[in-house]
């Protein structure tokens, strides 16, 4: 077993994690590569010290300045913003963002009006799956929909996710293009007094929704099965998802008198709003995708829009030590979101520490995420080098 | 650009080149004017072109009439005709390439009044952004109206050379294309294939399908291409107009009138205020003088010592505008904050913004108060607490905040029947009403007025009837979708 997680000998690990685990060199391909044509200095580095003195602007301009820089100041959070038209550090106020990665964050605290297992910081292998899904569906409509190809997958350390978009085309979109494709991608609306936070309207459905639902429909049982959205006790929330009143007492008489699990109360509630439909005909304008709605309300990812939409919002880096967990940002594949253990991802103390049973494990385990992390690089690397000389070849015309 | 304002004045020659200058109503002001006009007629057309941008700005964002709905496009018409601006209701009713002399005279005007705008609007960030809303509002509209035959002039005019994608390619995602366009009949319609970016409305509204990387729209979405390129043009104009203002600062009568053109209407926009509120009276005031909206964030607030930020932005900037200084601002949100989290926590991660919204931070903007408009559209989210609550609440929920704050049964149903109905600002002014307990039926649409309004009504500067019981029937609620919600009653 780890031992208890302790922030203050943070400080004497994280200089050896630095410079024996943190893969400084492809880091820094991957941020000069996404910094491109502006030179690799313009792009801002925040640290978070121990005695959490923030320093922002900060700036590197090849692998060993970030060595000396991360044995120098040892920051226990490592944070990555935006490229800049002149070194930050100089321009501070007047510098001018040029560009950023397209970045995605979810996190589950806003999972938790619906998840059942855990609340706050905590997280457990149950609501891990809200995860996978967010990730699934992000990760599908960012290839499908918008063409994207280099797009970064990382665990943020604690209970959430990171996505991290390459392309050029993504990492010069401006905010309207930002906010756009967030809102695109956002279907759960309202806030805090709002209970109904999906609204689908009675046209057809979107192509993008449908592709969603088809994700989700392979989660969802299992999801009804884990968090009991359905339980007794939750059941008044429930109910407030109905907003037909005739449909929701029906719904709400035959559901109270009946015995968990909630996979045979929602099988039940499909069948009387089926029946109730094939009753009313005339009612179905409102509550024509009902079924639809729920199933995004408690399985559709929640992306916190503002980091999407900002420009230089700053995000915690790839292979960054979480200070409050000791875990390693690791990097993973869409595909095997489903694969990844909490318990299973390294920690700043497993990997250092050859004497915990962990050891072996995590470290295989780090060494995967880092290679995933050289391929999409290499892969980016190759594309711009493409990008450059067809640019190149355009302004010859000219 | 490059204006000569003559002081004298001659007549503008009816030349046979208009046609070649203007052959189409519709334009996308490429090329300046280069005629010479009189100071007279340059203030004439500045006016009334602000004229007819605010007749827009009231179509949609006071009385938020959806652009180019029928009610929108009588508005505007209706109110172009009432002020005598005939040639731009002219222009706005249809967008044709007739060759009357009239046609080419209104035509005429809206090219160089589009470009007198430009340098009174270039200023500020904040002029720049109006102006560009408002412009592109007018050339949806005036695209919208535009005929068969004129559109297709309208496209080889300005160089739109785009193709249509093939049968094959279109049977090929057919089915996506239904699912995901909001029209019917999709079979007869042909389509263009256009980079997402180009289309940000509709992508943004989940309208348009997507593939790849691209967006398939069919020819009556071209506006949305069309607009965002006319948007991007203005944007980059309105910078470089910028930076030659000084040229035309010479002539310091030009330089009055177009720095006075924009507050000639505008008011007030709550970013300055006079009289200082201590932060020790929020609690009680809060409940007398604030709207629902930010009474809710200040509850919360106290509830839970922490606001998300969309609330701290929406809450703080209203605090701001009624008179909070910075530092009591500071103040306030600090010893909240600190009660569930560490003060250096706070000073790294909380205030920074607040000092960022008194413009001492980032960008140093002097930003305004949001107004209700923009509340009212705002985004909210899980957790979140700003918006406007009649919006943002569900009936259960409003209903019983509104009864725990004692209000009779009467005006707690009255109040969410309006704001079931969509009618967010007559349910709050329904609620001015009854924490003042008077029947004013003030048109609300910034909480900063609300907030001045119930001050004056306080302090005895304002005289109101007091409330007659038994005033409150269905009539009043009939009748208020006539009322005007154009001004702040004074
Ligand atoms: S109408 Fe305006 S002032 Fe009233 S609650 Fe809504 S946003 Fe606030
Ligand atoms: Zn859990």
């Given amino acids: 077993m780890i031992g208890e997680h302790n922030e203050n000998i943070l400080s004497d690990m994280l200089p050896t994690y630095y410079a024996r685990q943190f893969p400084q060199n492809i880091f820094c391909r991957w941020l000069a590569c996404g910094s491109s044509p502006q030179p690799l200095c313009n792009r801002e580095l925040s640290f978070t010290l121990a005695d959490d003195v923030y320093l922002r602007y900060l700036s590197i301009s090849h692998q060993k300045d970030l060595q000396t820089l991360l044995q120098k100041k040892c920051p226990h959070k490592l944070d990555v913003g935006a490229v800049y038209n002149t ?30 297992c855990c609340q706050e910081a905590r997280v457990c292998e149950k609501c891990w799956k809200f995860m996978v899904i967010a990730c699934e569906i992000i990760d599908k409509a960012l290839k499908d929909d918008f063409g994207f190809q280099s797009i970064l997958w990382v665990f943020s350390g604690r209970r959430g996710i990171h996505c991290w978009v390459s392309d ?26 709002q209970s109904k936070k999906v ?46 009143d005739a449909l929701k007492s029906q719904v709400e008489t035959t559901l109270k008198k009946m015995q968990e699990p909630s996979l045979n109360k929602w099988n039940t509630f499909i069948n009387i709003y089926e029946n109730y439909c094939r009753e009313n ?9 009902l079924i639809e709605e729920i199933k995004i309300q408690y399985c559709y990812p929640r992306l916190d829009v503002n980091v999407t939409k900002g420009f230089n919002h700053l995000l915690k880096s790839p292979f960054s030590i979480h200070p409050k967990t000791g875990k390693v940002s690791v990097v993973f594949k869409s595909a095997n979101a489903k694969n990844l253990k909490i318990d299973e991802i390294p920690t700043i103390y497993s990997l250092l520490d050859d004497s915990v049973a962990e050891n072996n494990q995590h470290e295989t385990n780090m060494k995967a995420a880092v290679k995933i992390f050289q391929e999409l690089v290499f892969a980016l690397e190759k594309t711009e080098a493409m990008r450059k000389r067809s640019d190149a070849n355009t302004s010859l015309d000219f | 650009m490059d204006f000569k304002v003559k002081r004298k004045s001659t007549k503008t020659p009816a030349t046979g080149n208009q046609f070649e200058l203007y052959p189409h109503d519709l334009q996308l002001y490429k090329i300046p004017p280069v005629e010479n006009i009189t100071l007279q007629e340059f203030e004439t057309l500045a006016l009334e072109r602000v004229n007819l941008l605010r007749t827009l700005s009231t179509a949609t964002t006071l009385r938020g009439l959806r652009l180019n709905s029928e009610e929108f496009v009588e508005f505007v018409l209706n109110d172009l005709r009432a002020q005598g601006l005939k040639y731009y209701a002219k222009l706005c009713e249809k967008s044709g390439c007739g060759s009357t002399k009239a046609d080419f005279e209104a035509r005429r005007k809206d090219h160089i009044a589009h470009f007198i705008l430009r340098l009174a609007y270039c200023r500020t960030e904040e002029l720049r952004r109006w102006f560009i809303a408002r412009e592109l509002e007018l050339f949806k509209m005036r695209f919208a109206v535009m005929r068969g035959e004129a559109v297709e002039v309208f496209f080889k005019l300005n160089n739109l050379c785009y193709t249509t994608i093939s049968e094959d390619e279109k049977n090929e995602v057919i089915q996506n294309l239904i699912e995901s366009t909001p029209y019917s009949k999709i079979d007869n319609m042909k389509f263009y294939k256009v980079k997402f970016f180009e289309v940000l409305d509709l992508v943004k509204a989940r309208k348009v399908f997507l593939n790849d990387g691209y967006a398939y729209i069919p020819h009556r979405d071209f506006i949305s291409v069309l607009a965002a390129q006319y948007r991007t043009h203005l944007k980059q104009n309105l910078a470089k107009a910028c930076h030659h203002l000084c040229e035309i600062e010479q002539d310091e009568r030009l330089v009055c009138l177009l720095k006075g053109l924009h507050q000639s209407y505008s008011g007030n926009d709550y970013s300055e205020t006079k009289a200082v509120i201590p932060i020790e009276s929020l609690d009680s005031i809060s409940t007398k003088s604030f709207p629902l909206c930010m009474r809710q964030l200040h509850e919360q607030l106290r509830i839970a010592h922490h606001l998300k930020h969309g609330g701290r932005l929406q809450y703080g900037l209203f605090l701001k505008g009624i008179g909070v200084t910075l530092e009591d601002s500071l103040r306030f949100w600090r010893e909240e904050f600190i009660k569930i989290m560490d003060l250096d926590k706070f000073e790294k991660q909380y205030a920074y913004n607040v000092r960022y919204n008194y413009g001492k931070e980032g960008s140093k903007r002097n930003y305004s108060p949001f107004s209700c408009l923009k509340i009212i559209n705002t985004n909210v989210g899980p957790g979140d607490c700003h918006g406007c609550p009649f919006r943002h609440c569900d009936t259960g929920v409003l209903k019983n905040k509104l009864i725990g704050y004692g209000f ?39 909480p900063n007025q609300f907030f001045e309004e119930s001050q ?4 005895g500067e304002l005289k109101v009837q007091p409330k007659k019981e038994n005033l409150v029937k269905k009539d009043i609620v009939d009748s208020i979708d006539a009322m005007d919600f154009d001004e702040p009653l004074e």
Avoid at chain 1, 102 to 112: P, S
């Fill in chain 2, 456 to 459: 004056k009504i306080l302090k």
């Fill in chain 1, 168 to 193: 050029y085309e993504a990492r010069t979109l401006d905010s309207p293009g930002r906010g756009a494709i967030a809102d695109y991608l956002c279907l759960i609306v309202g806030g805090e007094n």
């Fill in chain 1, 281 to 289: 005909g005339n009612v179905i304008r409102k509550i024509k995708y």
């Fill in chain 2, 408 to 446: 009779s049964h009467q005006v707690v149903s009255d109040i969410v029947e309006l704001s079931k109905k969509t009618h967010f600002q007559i349910a709050c002014s329904k609620y001015f009403d009854a924490i003042h307990n008077a029947d004013v039926g003030l048109g609300i649409n910034h």
């Fill in chain 1, 87 to 116: 070194k930050p550090s100089v321009g501070r106020h007047d510098a001018v963002v040029i560009s950023r990665e397209l970045v995605f964050d979810i996190d589950l605290t806003d999972y938790d009006e619906i998840r059942t």
């Fill in chain 1, 199 to 244: 609204h689908l309207g009675n046209e057809n459905l979107h192509s993008s929704i449908r592709r969603a639902l088809n994700i989700i429909d392979k989660y969802f049982e299992q999801l009804l099965q884990d968090q009991e959205f359905l339980a007794t006790d939750k059941l008044n929330s429930f109910l407030k998802l109905i907003p037909d």
